[in-house]
Antibody, heavy 116, light 109 residues
């Protein structure tokens, strides 16, 4: 069965970077895009961008352009999302999700707290 | 960017009732719309894609309809496990943008 298992909670200072991982299993990693979606406490869902594990190509929501990078390691079937220049407004749960347009499987979420 | 607006924000209903949730797009998204269910402390779960196709394993009490700018999610007979937040998501503009509605919370009356 399909599983997306994310790395653990992070606490960062403003201005720092965070890198969240998402390890896939139960399917052919290269065959499905990985998207990243975040959710601030008590808020809705915000799409950040996508990455194609087969080619390594990625596309980012305009809001995050220049501050986010999505990569992968095909040898371990793991996707990564790095967000730089963190600010308090980036405090949220970060989810990875499989799929090109609709997301059929989601990771469990990684809480990221940005605080001085 | 396509703005998705869901109504109502909160709906108080009793188990066994039929409920309809609405989602409106600021411009046409064709049938490129999905619905997700999210329970507290959990990741979202895909219910519907292509506006009306149920995802694998989703009970047939869930149905989706609509096209263009107006969409609905109907739950024919609410079960206790259906009390959650529901989000619509458009993917018509992929890969440039994907956007979600702000969610509708189903509460037990």
């Amino acid at each position: 069965q399909v599983h997306l298992v994310q790395s653990g909670a992070e606490v960062k200072r403003p201005g720092a970077s965070v890198k969240v991982s998402c390890k896939a299993s139960g399917y052919t990693f290269n065959s499905y895009d990985i998207n990243w979606v975040r959710q601030a406490t008590g808020q809705g869902l915000e799409w950040m961008g996508w990455m194609n594990p087969g080619t390594g190509s990625a596309g980012y929501a305009q809001k995050f352009q220049g501050r986010v990078t999505m990569t992968r390691d095909t040898s371990t079937s793991t996707a990564y999302m790095e967000l730089r220049s963190l600010r308090s407004e980036d405090t949220a749960i970060y989810f990875c999700a499989r799929g090109r347009r609709q997301f059929d499987f989601w990771g469990q979420g990684t809480p990221v707290t940005v605080s001085s | 960017e396509v703005v998705m607006t869901q109504s109502p924000a909160t709906l108080s209903v009793s188990p066994g009732e039929r409920v309809t949730l609405s989602c409106r797009a600021s411009q046409t998204v064709s049938s490129n719309l999905a619905w997700h269910q999210q329970k507290p402390g959990q990741a979202p779960r895909l219910l519907i894609y292509g506006a009306s196709t149920r995802a694998t394993g989703v009970p047939d009490r869930f149905s989706g309809s609509g096209a263009g700018t107006e969409f609905t999610l109907t739950i024919s007979s609410l079960q206790s496990e259906d009390f959650a937040v529901y989000y619509c998501q458009q993917y018509n503009n992929w890969p440039l943008s994907i956007s979600f509605g702000q969610g509708t919370r189903l509460e037990i009356k």
